[in-house]
Structures are given as C-alpha cells and as structure tokens.
C-alpha cells in the first residue's frame, strides 16, 4: 500500500513538473513569434528539445502512476538534473537563490518519493527473510 500511495504522489509531481517545462515551451514559442530571439535556429532547436523533455517527463510521470520501474528511474534521473540545474542557479555572477530553491525543494520531494516507492515495491530478499544463511 505504501508503494502505491508514494508512487502515486511521485506521479502527480513528475507530470506537475511535465507541465511546468511545457509552460517553458510556450514561453519559448512565444519569444519565437514576437521575433525575441537572436538565432532563429538555435531557438527552433532548443524549442524542440524542451518539447522533447516535456513529453519524457510526463512519459514518466504516466508510467510512475502506472508502477513501471522504467518510470520511477526516469523520474530518479529527472530530479538529479534539476538540482544540477538548481545549484548552477546559486552559483556565478547571476545567481538566484529564491530560484535555486524553487527548482531544488519540489525535486527533493519527488526524489524521496520515488525512492521510498522503490524500496516498498522491491520484492522481499532471501538473505533478510529470516533464513539460514
């Protein structure tokens, strides 16, 4: 019970955070139309991969909810690059705390879930089952 309701929880944040890249999207594709960009190419490019993490994330936020591993280690990977991204925010001559924390503290949670769903999900091993070994 516990996998499913943590499991559950890491779902709905991982398509939160599915959600946020693809308002990111609209963003880009707005600055595109309104002629806010200095290469046309180089934004067409960047506008398809924020695309292309969009529809992984929430692949993963789907398969989550659906207990498929490949959608808990996604997730896991998914976290770990955000808070890459959060501790560049709070370093250099542009740093941002306020936005660091923002992107960190949603990670941590959904990181936490995510691995507190692989443990409850894991079968039980033989060496802890009171065995003879």
Same mark, same amino acid.
């Given at each position: 019970m516990l996998a499913r309701t943590t499991g559950r929880a890491a779902a709905v944040l991982l398509v939160a955070e599915?959600?946020?890249i693809l308002a990111l999207l609209v963003w880009q594709i707005g600055a595109l139309f309104a002629g806010d960009t200095a290469v046309l190419t180089t934004a067409i490019a960047l506008a398809v991969l924020t695309a292309i993490g969009a529809a992984a994330v929430l692949a993963f936020g789907?398969?989550?909810?659906?207990e498929r591993s490949w959608g808990r280690s996604g997730g896991v990977v998914t976290q770990l690059l955000i808070l890459a991204v959060a501790i560049g925010a709070i370093t250099g001559a542009f740093s941002s705390? @306020?936005? #660091?924390?923002a992107l960190a503290a949603p990670a941590v949670v959904t990181l936490v879930l995510l691995a507190m769903t692989v443990r409850a999900s894991?079968?039980?091993r033989e060496d802890r089952a009171g @065995?003879? #070994?």
């Amino acid at each position: 019970m516990l996998a499913r309701t943590t499991g559950r929880a890491a779902a709905v944040l991982l398509v939160a955070e599915g959600l946020g890249i693809l308002a990111l999207l609209v963003w880009q594709i707005g600055a595109l139309f309104a002629g806010d960009t200095a290469v046309l190419t180089t934004a067409i490019a960047l506008a398809v991969l924020t695309a292309i993490g969009a529809a992984a994330v929430l692949a993963f936020g789907v398969a989550t909810w659906r207990e498929r591993s490949w959608g808990r280690s996604g997730g896991v990977v998914t976290q770990l690059l955000i808070l890459a991204v959060a501790i560049g925010a709070i370093t250099g001559a542009f740093s941002s705390p @306020g936005i #660091a924390l923002a992107l960190a503290a949603p990670a941590v949670v959904t990181l936490v879930l995510l691995a507190m769903t692989v443990r409850a999900s894991a079968p039980p091993r033989e060496d802890r089952a009171g @065995g003879d #070994a």
